[in-house]
């Protein structure tokens, strides 16, 4: 095909929203020797990750790691702080909101989905009109995702706070921000989240295979009285071998070197920075999207995500052959679609350790396949995409230089 090569020249653009591109400097931090997991040099690796990952968290209770995809705390989430049969609350905003709920049923919880039409994100008001319905408050928990990577949409978790605080509702606040911790703006003690989920490969730039859970104090007090089935997830062995910096069993040791670097990281840029950069990228991609005359799936313009934008293709068009298209032609990889739009759309990830540069290549490569598909569109997407970031960097340098 138009490559005609059995080599794919340069570097793979990979858009999908985790796992994202590994800096180098992650991948440099892991390669080190192996050391006794049960030794005293092992114990100040584990306490610098241990109090690394809290800051990111904007947490100053324990966070767990976990040796597991973010699949494994999700898993962690539920079984550390409910009771089989258990009523939970959760918001259908696409393919994480339903697989999490999936399990949720799988584990013998009785979740309550709100279901949306994966064009807009969650309505806080949704949510405190079924906790206000609750009068005997049976709902144990509220759970939602910040960011649904399926379909694009940010959840603003301040505000689901203040609905489940004016509902009056004892109900545990239970946040997945798998992809967007690390690269949207989160809380997790000032929102006031009970148990916050996190994964290592997407805004925390490390492979995958570490995950997270961020606790409050009442997600402890719960854990006294969770009957849910639970070993390998439990917390309490964890954080009792945490205090002393070691763990249960074997932790990935390696990834724990990778986290530490990716912190780092992560302060040396600021992490306002970070959060400012990924929005960039975010509102460059969506000016380029509406340029080209397509449609972000997400309708919602307050709750775009910072992180991926789902772009749905015109009516007749197949954005799985699209997606094929543009991998063999120009080694480019994009997110997959779902649920009642599957194959009707296609993803951008935006976030992870990317710069302007590679979005405005990833921006030109989608337009020329836009182009070699037949998709029908309009030019100048990329150009508007340019004209914003230099916009954006502009503003700042003026202010800074008056
Ligand atoms: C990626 C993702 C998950 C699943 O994480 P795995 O690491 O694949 O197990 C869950 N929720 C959200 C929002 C995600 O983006």
């Avoid at 400097?25 to 584990?46: C, N, Q, S, W, Y």
Wanted: proline share 5%.
């Amino acid at each position: 095909m138009a490559q005609n090569s059995a080599r794919n020249v340069g570097r793979h653009f990979l858009q999908i929203p985790g796992p994202t591109q590994l800096p180098d400097r992650v991948l440099r931090a892991m390669d080190t020797p192996m050391i006794d997991h049960r030794g005293p040099e092992f114990a100040k690796v584990a306490k610098k990750a241990l109090d690394g990952i809290k800051t990111i968290f904007k947490t100053t209770n324990p966070v767990v790691i976990y040796t597991a995809t973010g699949t494994g705390a999700w898993e962690g989430a539920l079984v550390n702080t409910l009771s089989p049969g258990d009523r939970v609350l959760m918001v259908e905003t696409g393919q994480f909101a339903a697989l999490w709920k999936k399990m949720a049923e799988r584990l013998g919880l009785k979740p309550e989905f709100i279901s949306t039409d994966w064009r807009h994100g969650i309505d806080p008001k949704a949510i405190e009109a079924k906790l206000r319905e609750d009068k005997n408050k049976e709902i144990k928990a509220v759970c939602v995702l910040h960011n649904e990577t399926s379909t694009g949409a940010l959840t603003p978790i301040a505000e689901i706070r203040k609905a489940i605080d004016a509902a009056d509702h004892p109900a545990l606040f239970l946040v997945d921000t798998i992809s967007s911790l690390a690269s949207a703006d989160y809380r997790h003690d000032e929102w006031r989240v009970d148990v916050s989920v996190g994964g290592a490969q997407k805004g925390l730039m490390m492979p995958p295979g570490m995950s997270f859970n961020a606790i409050s104090d009442k997600a402890l007090k719960a854990n006294q009285n969770a009957k849910m089935p639970k070993s390998f997830f439990a917390w309490d062995d964890m954080l009792g071998m945490n205090k002393i910096g070691f763990f249960p069993y074997t932790p990935a040791t390696l990834m724990l070197h990778g986290l530490i670097e990716g912190v780092a990281m992560l302060h040396e840029e600021g992490l306002d920075n970070v959060f400012a950069r990924h929005n960039r990228l975010a509102e460059a991609t969506r000016r380029a999207v509406k340029a080209w005359g397509l449609e972000n799936l997400n309708k919602n313009a307050s709750q775009h995500s910072p992180t991926i934008t789902a772009i749905l293709l015109p009516e007749g068009h197949d954005a799985d052959k699209f997606r094929a298209l543009a991998l063999e032609t120009f080694n480019i990889s994009y997110g997959a679609s779902f649920g009642p739009y599957a194959g009707k759309y296609f993803r951008i990830g935006h976030l992870g350790d990317i710069n302007d540069g590679t979005l405005i290549g990833a921006l030109g490569i989608t337009e020329m396949a836009l182009e070699l598909a037949g998709i029908p569109h309009k030019k100048g997407g990329v150009q508007a995409a340019m004209d914003y970031i230099a916009q954006a960097h502009a503003g700042p340098k003026r202010a800074a230089a008056e």
